[in-house]
């Protein structure tokens, strides 16, 4: 999947590029509608938290630096004398599943509170009232979908793509 991006200058223009998108064959679970705060957006599909936020990528680095940690502190466990009585592998995978467990949720409680990086190059262009459009999309269906919306929505800004989309937008 790749996360396509357009501007639209006004709510009807994302009307018309959303509508264009559904003709398409792409379902409303898969495009995400931005726009400033207060602006009224009808039945367009509205981006989640985690479209908005760096909620998954913290949620990525939160379980790597947690796992990280709790196997080195299985690690460490298991060297200590006493420890000899439970299973060696237990004892690291348990704390290294823990650890990645804390490390996930610590680092989500942060991340749903910050902006997202990825839709930085857009803020000034969604103050000044324009509407970001995002859709994600097969790899095979990137140009169809490009070339379609330069026909049915010329006003509207194709604005690239992002190849790295989480399993789960």
Do not use: Y
Request: charged share 15%.
């Amino acid at each position: 999947m790749r996360r396509l991006f357009f501007l639209a200058p006004d709510v009807s223009s994302a009307h018309a590029l959303v509508d264009s998108l559904l003709l398409a064959r792409i379902t409303d679970k898969h495009i995400h509608v931005l726009a400033r705060e207060g602006t009224p957006l009808g039945d367009l599909p509205e981006a989640g938290v985690a479209q908005r936020s760096d909620l998954i990528p913290a949620l990525e680095r939160g379980a790597a630096a947690g796992g990280a940690t709790g196997l080195v502190a299985g690690l460490v466990a298991i060297a200590l004398p006493g420890m000899a009585i439970i299973p060696a592998g237990g004892i690291v995978i348990a704390l290294a599943a823990a650890g990645a467990l804390v490390g996930s949720w610590a680092s989500s409680l942060v991340g749903v509170s910050v902006s997202s990086s990825r839709l930085e190059r857009f803020k000034e262009a969604i103050a000044s009232g324009q509407v970001l459009v995002m859709a994600d999309v097969a790899h095979e269906q990137v140009q169809g979908i490009l070339d379609r919306m330069k026909e049915c929505c010329p006003n509207v800004a194709s604005e690239g793509m992002d190849t790295d989309i989480p399993a789960f937008p």
